[in-house]
């Protein structure tokens, strides 16, 4: 017969079973960053893991932290729950970044940590996560994939640096409501003959590591129902309201709305967007400033309709994107062919990096006005280059979505591969 354990003796066993579990899970592996994103940097007491704060690694102006001391975050890692309590979420669409460093050679695997602990349904906050402004997963719904609030996910993502100091920016782009993270895990597993060609050759030079990307459809980031309400219209979109939206306004401007009939192009489908409209009195300087996410070709539609004038030349104007002229002395009256006909403008816009775009108005008779905004990301290829001081490099024959170029007295050349995104659960 086994003899009694007494409490204490339980506690201690379960102690030493936990410590072997987690021993177990780390695997070979070596870790590179353990970010406790919105909390302070802490030594946890079960596994002995250290984790940073992201108070000097993340990169946004308009973020927040958040704590939750709700002991009710369900994992099944016990060991990360003190990470899970706390949050760095983005207030901006745009504006929350971490930029990490691959310092050597190896297979990377980025362990991302979510928790939905506000809502308590699907489609309520949905963001993109970003590498290198490359999506491995959009749409992301932390309720969906979890299946109820206060359960930990996790998404995985591995990729392969044959070069030393490799930059690389995790990122995230609003869909829907603020992204919000718990924490970050990077690993690295040594470069093998298995898990490289078998011609990958190792040289010494200087290297510059330069990223391709690809965007495979063309996308619509945000819709924006300019002085009205937010509504969905009859495909199912969501329009936000431009006073709690991706976007922001400045200068002198006045809502306006008229339970009118419009008719024209598309009016079937957002009758309430065109129904509404926002327009500068004197001194004229209304302005919008759109959230540009990152390098690549956009398209932004702006929709207007005359609701008011019931003749050309009563209501005419300018309308710059970035200070330029995209179309000289805009008459919606005329644009729609009459009164109560619905009109937009096209205007392409190339970025280089994150930014804002502004959309401004030249009055030339009565008050710029405008109905709607549209921002849509267009298939796009093309390169960026950060550069990176290097002893080593490598040189491969496989193909991939990311690229490393070096050059010494002997030439090479170094491929990165980005590889499968998973999502796990805890149960």
Known sequence: MWPPINVRSLGAICLILALLIVRCTKGEAESIYRINCGGPTFTDLISGLVWQSDDEIFIGSNTVTFTNTDQRIDTDRFWLKQ??????????????????????????KIVLHFVEKFHNDVNRRLFTVLLNDEAIQEDFDVFAHAGTSFRHVTLEKEFVSQVIFTNFTISFLQNRRQPMISGIEIFREELTSTTLPSTATVTSTASQFTTTFFDIEQRTLFRVNCGGPEFVDELGNEWESDTASSITFTGESLAFARDVKITGEKSDVIQTMFRSHRYSPSPFDLKYHIPIPGRGNYKITLFFAE?????????????????????????????????????HLDVSV?????????????????????????????????????????????????????????????????????????ISTST
């Open 83 to 108: 990470m899970l309590t706390t949050d760095r979420v983005s207030l901006s669409p745009f504006d929350l970044s971490y930029r990490l460093q691959a310092p050597v050679p190896g297979i990377y």
């Open 307 to 343: 609701n008011f004038h019931n003749n050309a030349g009563r209501r005419v104007f300018d309308v710059l994107v970035d200070d330029e002229v995209e179309a000289a002395g805009f008459d919606p009256f005329v644009a729609g062919g009459g009164s109560f006909i619905s009109s």
């Open 350 to 422: 190339t970025s280089t990096r994150k930014r804002n775009a502004t959309i401004s108005f030249n009055r030339k008779a009565g008050h710029p006005k405008l109905s709607g905004i549209e921002l849509t990301q267009i298939p796009t290829e093309g390169t960026s280059t950060s550069s990176s001081s290097s002893t080593s490099s490598s040189t491969s024959s496989s193909s991939s979505s990311s690229t490393s170029t070096s050059s010494s007295t002997s030439s090479s050349t170094s491929t990165s591969t980005s590889t499968s995104t998973s």
